[in-house]
């Protein structure tokens, strides 16, 4: 039997790929992507809704910058970080860069996961990551991750971003993050 980690490890992944290459081919449409989706996040969101919280743990804001609209793999980020103790503030999709800061001093955030899986202007979104990094305490780490983040490693860099290529990657980040302070 599978279990919530092995569902979001294995499952989602391959899952949102397939559909993806589908809708790229033609083979479903975009309302089929969207249903599709939409089931998934709800499996995602319920499956966190489920985690009991602890109230000392310490907070991951979690959302996707400015231009962003994929919210699978933030969704993953989340539970998988609420998995191993994590309390979550998901802000969704598409938050401008001052409301991330906002959101995380609010919130009392420890760290910011931003993930970044398509945008039509990546140029922007870079300018999105580093104004929030700009915007926030040194002390606070801001991890990106997804497939557009990997590729713009390089745009994204800088000091105080981390830039994950895999969830596990961002598993390990929190992990340091968590035993530093």
């Given at each position: ?12 992944p391959?899952?949102?790929?397939r ?48 231009g ?11 539970t ?27 919130s009392?955030?420890d ?12 140029a ?24 557009l ?16 290529d ?5 598993r ?10």
């Amino acid at each position: 039997m599978f279990g919530i980690p092995a569902f979001l490890r294995e499952i989602v992944p391959t899952l949102m790929h397939r559909i993806g290459d589908e809708w790229r081919s033609g083979q479903l449409t975009i309302a089929h992507e969207h249903l599709a989706t939409a089931a998934v996040l709800a499996i995602i969101f319920e499956a966190l809704r489920s985690m009991p919280e602890t109230p000392a743990a310490r907070r991951l804001l979690v959302a996707t910058p400015a231009g962003e609209r994929h919210a699978v793999g933030a969704a993953l980020a989340a539970t998988a970080a609420a998995l191993d103790g994590w309390t979550i503030i998901y802000l969704g999709v598409d938050v401008p860069a001052a409301d991330i800061v906002a959101g995380a001093a609010t919130s009392r955030a420890d760290a910011v996961a931003l993930s970044i899986v398509h945008s039509s202007n990546p140029a922007a979104v870079v300018r999105e990551v580093h104004a929030v990094r700009a915007s926030m305490p040194a002390t606070i780490p801001v991890l990106t991750g997804g497939a557009l983040a990997v590729k713009m490693t390089k745009s994204l860099e800088q000091p105080g971003i981390v830039v994950c290529d895999s969830i596990a990657g961002m598993r390990r980040v929190l992990a340091r993050a968590a035993q530093a302070s």
